[in-house]
């Protein structure tokens, strides 16, 4: 069990730029949630996956952000026409099961946009 | 809507200090309590949980009891050590929720 993975780690881009981040959950785990986080600020829900079908999205995952899991393993969320209100902190979580309780998070992907 | 909220930092203690962060949610039916911690340059993990009123969870020395009729998830420790150093996330699930509210966080730093 490597844990949750995510990738880029950092990622610096300029204003109306779009950029993709991927995340690999925990193997065995079939679901698979995206949360971002602001400076000085707890995570906020943008969405979730069972297996390959996204099943909840939030409010704040505007039209310009879309999320995949195509075949029910890693997950990619794409933001186009990036804003600066963007930057923030991108993390993945995974669980097993409809067991929402323990979700492992990953390092998580830091987005700058300038 | 469900909501969690948390104490305000940050938070600085001397080693071996007592350590309660307060944390107090909002939410319908019966949710599912946690506190995750956030060390630095890692990924949060979650320390400890409960699942229905008067649960206790614990783990590495800390503890916290679901209060349903102070609605409260308080977080305590009796004796911090500098390895405690980071931020703490107190969160809840809602009933049937898909997903974890969570409070601001806490930085705590504890020094020798």
């Known amino acids: 069990d490597t844990g949750v993975s995510q990738d880029p780690r950092h990622k610096i881009t300029k204003r109306g730029q779009n950029v993709t981040f991927r995340c690999d959950p925990i193997?065995?785990?079939?679901?698979l949630y995206w949360y971002r986080q602001t400076l000085g600020q707890g995570p906020e829900f943008l969405t979730y996956?069972?297996?390959?079908?996204?099943?909840?999205k939030s409010r704040l995952l505007s039209d310009r952000f879309s999320a995949e899991r195509p075949k029910g393993s890693f997950s990619t969320l794409e933001i186009q026409r990036t804003e600066q209100g963007d930057s923030a902190m991108y993390l993945c979580?995974?669980?097993?099961?409809?067991?929402?309780?323990?979700?492992?998070f990953g390092p998580g992907t830091r987005l700058t946009v300038t | 809507g469900d909501s969690v909220t948390q104490m305000e930092g940050p938070v600085t203690l001397s080693e071996e200090a007592f350590l309660t962060i307060n944390c107090t949610y909002t939410?319908?039916?019966?949710?599912?309590l946690f506190w995750y911690v956030q060390y630095p340059g890692e990924g949060l993990q979650l320390l400890l949980k409960?699942?229905?009123?008067?649960d206790k969870g614990s783990n590495k020395g800390f503890e916290a009891t679901y209060r349903k009729e102070t609605t409260s998830f308080h977080l305590e420790k009796g004796s911090v050590q500098v390895s405690d150093s980071a931020v703490y996330f107190c969160?809840?699930?809602?009933?049937?929720?898909?997903?974890?509210?969570f409070g601001t966080g806490t930085r705590l730093t504890v020094i020798p």
């Open positions: 996956f069972q297996n390959e079908a996204q099943l909840e």
């Open positions: 969160a809840l699930s809602g009933t049937g929720a898909n997903n974890l509210f």
């Open positions: 193997s065995e785990h079939n679901r």
């Open positions: 979580a995974s669980s097993l099961g409809t067991n929402t309780y323990e979700q492992y």
């Open positions: 409960a699942t229905k009123a008067d």
């Open positions: 939410a319908t039916g019966y949710p599912s």
